[in-house]
């Protein structure tokens, strides 16, 4: 009886769904690319690589989640962090 109770629980726990973040929609003349809509679905799959990259003042983990995000230039490094000499 115990491994049917422990069973339920884990099965409850693990169907659990976490609430998605709302893309952030950007007005005209603050994106380099193309306006997305919000509810369009964009599967984009990138390495877990932490190589942070700045797009239009947002901090990116790499420049690909950076193009995910339909940003075409970026520059290496933190929004905002010093420049390296």
Known sequence: MKYILILALAFAVSCT???KE??????AGESD???VSPYTVQPCYCMKIFKPVCANGTNYGNSCEAECHGHKTWTEGSCGAPKKK
Do not use: C, N
Request: charged letters at 40%.
């Open 33 to 35: 690319s193309a306006q």
């Open 22 to 27: 709302e893309p952030k929609v950007e007005s």
């Open 17 to 19: 769904t976490k609430k």
